[in-house]
């Protein structure tokens, strides 16, 4: 009975948090930010289906205000209970108005790996404009 509870119930069980909405390919989604609320979003993989020998790269563009800094963090299992990195993911590239984040291909594909918020770390309400390209 124990082995079921510690081995087989949590990976019954869909513990991520619920994405309020989907970010489909192309579209741009402003999002208000304010520190310490955060909206847990997924993306579509509609438009994202690649061939099997095609390599191709997958990212979240996010623009913002030169005075606005944010983290993307990501929820890695729904399975488990896991929790997002404190340290939110590395951005890609970045610039004062613009933060690029590399997104994994399974990530796009497999919903028990697709939860993901923004974290407002600057002082000021704002809004964000996110982007999947």
């Not at 909405?21 to 741009?28: M, Q």
């Not at 205000?65 to 399975?79: F, H």
Request: include cysteine.
């Amino acid at each position: 009975m124990i082995t079921f509870y510690m081995g087989v119930l949590p990976g019954m069980i869909d513990n991520c948090p619920a994405a309020e909405f989907t970010v489909e390919k192309g579209v741009d989604y402003p999002i208000s930010l304010q520190k310490g609320n955060t909206s847990w979003f997924q993306f579509s993989p509609r438009g994202n289906v690649k061939p099997q020998e095609e390599s191709r790269d997958y990212f979240l563009t996010v623009t913002k205000d030169s005075s606005t800094s944010i983290l993307l963090k990501a929820w890695r299992s729904c399975k488990n209970f896991s929790s997002p990195p404190s340290a939110g993911m590395t951005p890609y590239t970045e610039t004062p108005t613009e933060v690029k984040f590399k997104i994994e291909y399974d990530s796009l594909q497999f919903p028990e790996r697709n939860r993901y918020h923004l974290e407002l770390t600057s002082e000021n309400q704002t809004t964000v404009t996110i982007r999947q390209n």
